[in-house]
């Protein structure tokens, strides 16, 4: 079993920023991509960044510029940096992580609980 658990949300006004973190823990061979995403009310949840074992960065469009995602292997964390928030940004931010169990194994992916990101204006 993964345990994932993301902090660092809470209230902000806007063109202010937060830092979010998601600590992965249990049974980790390794991981594979590492993701973050948001749900806000009424809407579908959405990417806003990802970042693989590598290094390799994707963002969505929206967040270009203004959001960095990053992590750190030896701690199997990640991490989000967001810069100059907009009240529609206000949503659930949900952490992602694609893990190999073991060696040879298939990739499972989890998900934490998520935080909630309040962007007042």
């Known amino acids: 079993q993964v345990q994932v658990v993301e902090s660092g949300g809470g209230l902000v006004q806007a063109g202010g920023s937060l830092r979010l973190s998601c600590a992965a823990s249990?049974?980790?061979?390794?991981?594979?991509?590492m993701g973050w995403y948001r749900q806000a009310p009424g809407k579908q949840r959405e990417l806003v960044a990802q970042?693989?074992?590598?290094?390799?960065?994707n963002y969505a469009d929206s967040v270009k510029g203004r959001f960095t995602i990053s992590r750190d292997n030896a701690k199997n964390t990640l991490y989000l940096q967001m810069n100059s928030l907009e009240p529609e940004e206000t949503a659930v931010y949900c952490c992602?992580?694609?893990?190999?169990?073991?060696?040879?194994?298939?990739?499972?992916?989890?998900w934490g609980q998520g935080t909630q990101v309040t962007v007042c204006s």
């Open positions: 970042i693989t074992a590598g290094g390799t960065t």
């Open positions: 249990g049974s980790i061979f390794a991981i594979n991509v």
């Open positions: 992602n992580v694609v893990v190999y169990g073991a060696v040879g194994t298939a990739a499972d992916d989890y």
